[in-house]
Each structure stands twice: as structure tokens, then as C-alpha cells.
């Protein structure tokens, strides 16, 4: 067991990579390559991951993301800072939708 999943996702990796070796592999190389220094370095990918982790709701990638910001040099103000953003992407998405409820309003009134 890692410091960032529970025993049962360990328990799901080692049953996805015996079940489907390739992919398996092929996800994990992907993985790597994504999160490799390029035109981003590692520490700014991670900080796009702990928002997108917020998004998603996902407790392994918020718990995982986090601890690899850091590891990478992101401060806690940083970290934070990214959640931030992530929360007022969210909640952006919830009042630019409203343009769908006016929609159907308006349907509703001339139906």
C-alpha cells in the first residue's frame, strides 16, 4: 500500500494489471509522459491536477496531486490558490448554465 491509496486501490491496480496487462501499461506510460517537464514543469501540471482532482471529486487523485504539488515545489498558498480557481470554474459552469433554464422557460411560456 502506498502513502496516497488504500489497500483496496492498490488491491484494483494490481487486478487491472493482471487482467489487462497492455492497457495497464500503456496507461501507466501515459501517465508518466503527461506529468514529465516540457513547455509546463512537473510542479505546474500538479497544481492543474489538484484543480481538476477538486473538479472531479476524485479522494485518491486530491490526496495523491496534493502531496506530489508539494513534492514538486508548490507551496500551500499554491495549492490552495488552485483550488480556488477549480471552485469558481465549478461553480462558473452552475451560472453559465442558467442560459438553459431561461431556455426552457421560455418554452414553457410559449408551449
Same mark, same amino acid.
Given at each position: 500500500m502506498t502513502k496516497n491509496q488504500p489497500e483496496s486501490a492498490m488491491s484494483a491496480r494490481e487486478r487491472r494489471a493482471a487482467l489487462s496487462p497492455a492497457q495497464d501499461k500503456a496507461f501507466r506510460e501515459f501517465s508518466r509522459a503527461v506529468f514529465a517537464d516540457g513547455a509546463l514543469s512537473r510542479k505546474t501540471k500538479e497544481l492543474i491536477a489538484v484543480a481538476v482532482a477538486h473538479v472531479t471529486q476524485?479522494?485518491?487523485?486530491?490526496? &495523491?496531486?496534493?502531496?506530489?504539488?508539494?513534492?514538486? &515545489? /508548490?507551496?500551500?498558498?499554491?495549492?490552495?490558490? /488552485?483550488?480556488?480557481?477549480?471552485?469558481?470554474?465549478?461553480?462558473?459552469?452552475a451560472v453559465a448554465h442558467s442560459a438553459l433554464a431561461f431556455e426552457a422557460l421560455d418554452e414553457a411560456e410559449d408551449g
Open positions: 476524485c479522494p485518491y487523485c486530491i490526496r &495523491g496531486h496534493t502531496k506530489s504539488a508539494k513534492r514538486h &515545489g /508548490a507551496t500551500s498558498e499554491e495549492i490552495l490558490e /488552485a483550488i480556488w480557481v477549480a471552485s469558481e470554474m465549478r461553480a462558473g459552469a
